[in-house]
């Protein structure tokens, strides 16, 4: 082996913009069968817009807005940013609106104290009230029941492909607001190139069931696979998925003997990147998992891990 090799290998990654952590990783490259990808920022855009904002039967709208959009406007999760935008805009207009037939300026809601709950939603006080918003599983956790026309409003959205969170408080669902993300241009072909590469791909992800099953068909995902569309047990799209159980379905892959790369953004996926055969971080998402991964990928561009696993098998027959 010479080090030389190695050296072009990486310095021609980081003209590619394919940061690899160390030789070690090389290995990995030539052994992955399968692919797990996030879905929100790996495989989408992550840039979402505010689509629907559903208050519930008696809320006040501007209420729930107002509300809402303070608690998103402290997080950075895509899903967080495009609720605060949305949110702003249309209070903006609403007042534009009363100005003009004389009525008075709200005062902004006042934010006390803000967490974020990863891969599940946010919770913060708003001017004095608990504000819980995400995923039914976070409402569920502090015991507020989600009414059956609400849930109704969120499944219908939700068939439409949109990302549908709840917000609550005072132990009561006050509306359902939507998201919808658009898939990036080149993950399409970026799957059709893993799949030439040996690998199967499956889409992993936090959200729905429904929106996953409509990116994984958008994209390619399952189709033409060597397994007729399912990996093993897991099958080729795996929703709803806690932080945690991210890591569970890598070891599900890994316990039928495949050899996992994984691809991801979010602090949410640092450990199933960790917990991978190969992680690979794009280079836009957190901290948490650049630093869990074996290689970032700088540009946004799903087709680069197509790339690194490429360049790296090559590099490898360079050195032998
Ligand atoms: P992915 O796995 O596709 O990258 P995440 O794990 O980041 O998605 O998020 C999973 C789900 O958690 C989202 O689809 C949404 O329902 C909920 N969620 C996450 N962050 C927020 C937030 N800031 N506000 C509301 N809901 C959220
Ligand atoms: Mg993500």
């Known amino acids: 082996a010479t080090p030389t090799a190695l050296l072009v290998g990486t310095g021609r990654g980081a003209q590619l913009g394919i940061l690899i952590k160390g030789p070690e990783v090389l290995e990995s490259t030539r052994r992955v069968d399968t692919i797990a990808l996030d879905k929100t920022g790996t495989v989408t855009s992550g840039r979402m817009e505010l689509t629907d904002v559903v208050p519930a039967p008696g809320q006040d709208r501007i209420e729930l807005l107002r509300a809402v959009g303070a608690v998103e406007g402290a997080s950075e999760h895509p899903i967080a940013q495009a609720i605060a935008r949305g949110c702003a805009a249309e209070l903006a207009a609403a007042e534009l609106r009363a100005g003009e037939s004389g009525g ?138 806690l932080p945690g159980e991210k890591v569970a379905a890598i070891r599900a892959m890994q316990a039928e003997g495949r050899v996992v790369a994984m691809v991801g953004d979010g602090v949410n996926d640092a450990p ?49």
């Open 104 to 241: 008075g300026a709200q005062s902004p809601a006042e934010l006390e104290s803000f967490r974020n709950a990863a891969g599940e939603g946010v919770t913060g006080v708003v001017d004095g009230t608990a504000l819980v918003v995400g995923r039914a599983s976070l409402l569920e956790d502090r015991s507020i029941p989600v009414d059956p026309t609400m849930l109704a409003v969120k499944e219908r959205l939700e068939h439409e492909g949109r990302t549908a969170v709840l917000a609550a408080w005072k132990g009561r669902v006050r509306g359902v607001l939507a998201v919808a993300d658009t898939v990036k241009p080149t993950s399409a072909e970026a799957i059709r190139q893993l799949r030439r590469l040996g690998l199967e791909p499956v889409l992993l992800t936090g959200d729905s069931r429904a929106v996953a099953e409509r990116i994984a068909e958008e994209v390619g995902i399952g189709i033409g696979g060597e397994h007729g569309g399912g990996v093993g047990g897991v099958g080729r799209v795996v929703a709803e998925v």
């Open 272 to 320: 199933a990147l960790a917990r991978a055969d190969l992680g690979l971080a794009m280079g836009s998402g957190t901290d948490a998992a650049i630093e869990a991964a074996d290689i970032t990928l700088i540009r946004g561009d799903l087709r680069s891990a197509a790339d690194a696993i490429r360049l790296s098998r090559r590099t490898l027959r360079t050195i032998k």
